[in-house]
Nanobody, 125 residues
Framework: VQLQASGGGLVQARGSLRLSCAAYGLTFRSYNMGWIRQAPGKEREFVSV?????????NYADSVKGRFTISKDNAKNTVYLQMNSLKPEDTAVYYC??????????????????WGQGTQVTVSS
């Protein structure tokens, strides 16, 4: 299984970025997909998740609600994270995650689940 994240970069505050994560080697429709991030010197934290069923029910960390939008394209085995109104505190490495249990992504419990390699997002003030 491979999760390839892309789309990170350097952006000014209030700018936008769109992250993508292409999944290979897993049955994409059977997995909850999400994003977790880790800022320098901090613990990994949940950002967003989209469920495999129910038409793709999404959930967000309070810190990104109203600014970030998660979506997926089952035909392309790809999950996206549209990030608007970026803030310097959003600076982190963003990891794509795939898990059978949606709660695992929300709890950042990735034992037995799948991670991508991460993509750096840097927001300047």
């Amino acid at each position: 299984v491979q999760l390839q994240a892309s789309g990170g970069g350097l952006v000014q505050a209030r700018g936008s970025l769109r992250l993508s994560c292409a999944a290979y080697g897993l049955t994409f429709r059977s997995y909850n997909m999400g994003w977790i991030r880790q800022a320098p010197g901090k613990e990994r934290e949940f950002v967003s998740v989209i469920s495999w069923g129910g038409g793709g029910v999404s959930n967000y960390a309070d810190s990104v609600k109203g600014r970030f939008t998660i979506s997926k394209d089952n035909a392309k085995n790809t999950v996206y994270l549209q990030m608007n109104s970026l803030k310097p505190e959003d600076t982190a490495v963003y990891y794509c995650a795939a898990a059978i249990k949606l709660q695992d992504i929300m709890a950042v419990n990735m034992a037995g689940n799948y991670w991508g390699q991460g993509t750096q997002v840097t927001v300047s003030s």
